[in-house]
C-alpha cells in the first residue's frame, strides 16, 4: 500500500521534473552541483557581518580564505564577529591605527587552517592552536560542557552560534573581534570595572581572580547574570502559581 503511494508520488515527480526540464532545456538533469561554498554569499546574508565581510575583502584575506574552502581537504574554521562587535571597539584596540598589513593578519587570525566541528573542540582545550595568521598569532579554547570559549588574550569570547557547519567549511558566529597580542601587545589592561557581587554558581572553567573574566569591550557580564537569576525567579514562581492552579 506504502509502496503504490511511494511509486505513484514518485511517477508524478519524475513527470513534473521532466516536463519542467523540456519547458527550460533539452540536455539531461544536470550532475549534482559541486561542493562549493560562497563564503562571500554566506556572510552577506548571515550575521549581520558587513563589516567583517569588508575588511576580508579590502584585505584580499577572503581570497585566502575561499582557495581553502575550495581546494583543500583540511577545510577551513572561521570565526565571524558581528558588526557590534567592530563598533563596540574602544580607544586602545581600535582598528583605525593599524597598517594594511596588520588588518591583513587581523583578518587571518579569525580563521583555522583545518575544518574543526564544534564538538571537535573538546581535543583541542589543552594547547593555543596557530590561525591562518601564523605561530605567532593563536588561539586557546575551551570547551565548556559544549560552549566553545575562544581565548586572544585580549579577547574573551565564545561560539554564539554556527552559521555553517559541514566539511570544508565551518563558520561561528561570535559577538567580539578577535585581538591578537602579537598586534596589540601583551599588556593587556586589567577589566576598568572592580569584581561585582560574588556568582552564584561559578562555572569552573573560570579561573578566580582572573583580570579578563569579562573583557574591557564589554564589562556587562555582572548584569546579566543578575538580570537571568531575576528572570529564573521570575519563571520559577510562575511554575507554583501554575501548579497551584492546576491542583485547585
Ligand atoms: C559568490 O557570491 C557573491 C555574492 O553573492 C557573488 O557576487 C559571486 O559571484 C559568487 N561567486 C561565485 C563564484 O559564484
Ligand atoms: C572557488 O570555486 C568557485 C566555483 O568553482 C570558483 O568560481 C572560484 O573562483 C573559486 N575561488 C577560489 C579562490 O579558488
Ligand atoms: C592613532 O594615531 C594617532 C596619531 O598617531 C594617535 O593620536 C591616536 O591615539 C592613535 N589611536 C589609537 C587608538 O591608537
Ligand atoms: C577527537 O577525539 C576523538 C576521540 O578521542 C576522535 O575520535 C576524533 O577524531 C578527534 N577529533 C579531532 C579533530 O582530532
Ligand atoms: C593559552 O594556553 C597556554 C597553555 O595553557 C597558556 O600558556 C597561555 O597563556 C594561554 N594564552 C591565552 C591568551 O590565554
Known sequence: MNL??????MVVLVCFASANAQTSSPTPAPAPAPDYVNLTALLSVAGPF???LNYLQSTKVIDTFQNQ??????????FVPKDEGFSSLKKPTSLSNLTQDQLKSLCLFHALPHYYSLSDFKNLSQNPIPTFAGGAYALNFTDNSGTVRIDSGWTRTKVISAVHATDPVAIYETDKVLLPEAIFGTDIPPTPAPAPAPEIAPSADTPAGSARESDSSSPTSAP???TRMI???AILISAIVGGVLFFW
Not at 503504490?4 to 508520488?9: D, E, I, L, M, Q
Not at 574552502?69 to 572561521?78: H, P, R, S, W
Open 4 to 9: 503504490v503511494v511511494c511509486a505513484t508520488a
Open 231 to 233: 528572570l529564573d525567579l
Open 224 to 226: 546579566s547574570s543578575s
Open 50 to 52: 558587513h563589516t567583517f
Open 69 to 78: 574552502a575550495n581546494n583543500t581537504e583540511k577545510g577551513i574554521t572561521l
